[in-house]
């Protein structure tokens, strides 16, 4: 089992990727449909308010425009990081009522305060207090934020095996997914044959997104089904 440190870097990647599937789909839905395209990484850097500078982030923005399609991708560390947070997270919400408060009692001793606000609630280790931070789990793991691995198309004229944000994962039904998907479309048009291309590849990861969006949700909470590592082979 990772040291808890290296759970709490295993939580803030796996925040920075839900908040770009957030942001992807806030973009694509509004009034002027933006699809976003850039790269997550992971790695040394130092941030001084809005100042931000060291090696991830010269790696992020060198690899942010590679994809030949509307990506938001992940480097490999990322991707290795977010299995083990979902891991933690799915081990956690199907675990007995002792493991789970122990767990919220260890993250409250280092400092977590939404833990230690929560373990001081009057109702707390009650059966419906547990219920609560089982759903809580639930939430994080109700669709697949990455899908890896993904033949991703670059600039090179050629593919990589990669992860890449689901812009399905906010998408509550399937009114939502439709919706993304037409605004997709209604932005990817052009008479040139790069944006065909860009246009072509965007759709083909969409089709496969969407379907383990639906796969995802199908599976989660049935036990003869545990949660699938979400791929595109």
Same mark, same amino acid.
């Given at each position: 089992?990772?040291?808890?440190?290296?759970?709490?870097?295993?939580?803030?990647?796996?925040?920075?990727? %839900?908040?770009?599937?957030?942001?992807?789909?806030? @973009?694509?839905?509004?009034?002027?449909?933006?699809?976003?395209? *850039?790269?997550?990484?992971?790695?040394? +850097? =130092?941030?001084? *308010?809005?100042?931000?500078?060291?090696?991830?982030?010269?790696?992020?923005? %060198?690899?942010?425009? %590679?994809?030949?399609?509307?990506?938001?991708?992940?480097?490999?560390?990322?991707?290795?990081? +977010?299995?083990? @947070?979902?891991?933690?997270?799915?081990?956690?919400?199907?675990?007995?009522?002792?493991?789970?408060?122990?767990?919220?009692?260890?993250? #409250?001793?280092?400092? #977590?305060?939404?833990?230690?606000?929560?373990?001081?609630?009057?109702?707390?280790?009650?059966?419906?207090? !547990?219920?609560?931070?089982?759903?809580?789990?639930?939430?994080?793991?109700?669709?697949?934020?990455?899908?890896?691995?993904?033949?991703?198309?670059?600039?090179?004229?050629?593919?990589?095996?990669?992860?890449?944000?689901?812009?399905?994962? &906010?998408?509550?039904? %399937?009114?939502?997914?439709?919706? !993304?998907?037409?605004?997709?479309?209604? =932005?990817?048009?052009?008479?040139?044959?790069?944006?065909?291309?860009?246009?072509?590849?965007?759709?083909?990861?969409? #089709?496969?997104?969407?379907?383990?969006?639906?796969?995802?949700?199908?599976?989660?909470?049935?036990?003869? +089904?545990?949660?699938?590592?979400?791929? &595109?082979?």
């Amino acid at each position: 089992m990772a040291p808890t440190d290296e759970r709490q870097k295993n939580l803030l990647v796996s925040v920075a990727c %839900e908040s770009a599937a957030v942001l992807d789909h806030l @973009f694509i839905d509004s009034e002027m449909p933006l699809p976003l395209r *850039g790269c997550i990484s992971l790695g040394r +850097h =130092f941030c001084d *308010g809005d100042f931000l500078i060291g090696p991830a982030v010269d790696q992020a923005a %060198e690899y942010m425009n %590679e994809p030949e399609g509307a990506f938001i991708w992940v480097l490999p560390g990322v991707v290795e990081r +977010h299995k083990s @947070f979902r891991d933690r997270a799915l081990e956690i919400m199907n675990a007995p009522k002792e493991t789970i408060l122990n767990a919220h009692a260890i993250a #409250a001793l280092r400092g #977590a305060g939404d833990a230690a606000t929560l373990l001081a609630h009057p109702e707390a280790g009650s059966d419906l207090f !547990i219920e609560a931070l089982r759903m809580t789990y639930t939430q994080i793991l109700s669709a697949p934020t990455i899908i890896e691995p993904y033949p991703m198309p670059i600039k090179r004229g050629t593919t990589i095996d990669a992860g890449i944000i689901n812009p399905f994962m &906010s998408a509550r039904n %399937e009114d939502d997914r439709k919706r !993304i998907l037409a605004r997709y479309e209604q =932005f990817l048009q052009g008479d040139r044959i790069e944006i065909w291309s860009k246009r072509q590849n965007t759709m083909k990861f969409l #089709a496969i997104a969407e379907e383990a969006a639906v796969k995802f949700r199908a599976t989660l909470g049935n036990p003869d +089904h545990p949660v699938p590592v979400v791929g &595109s082979r």
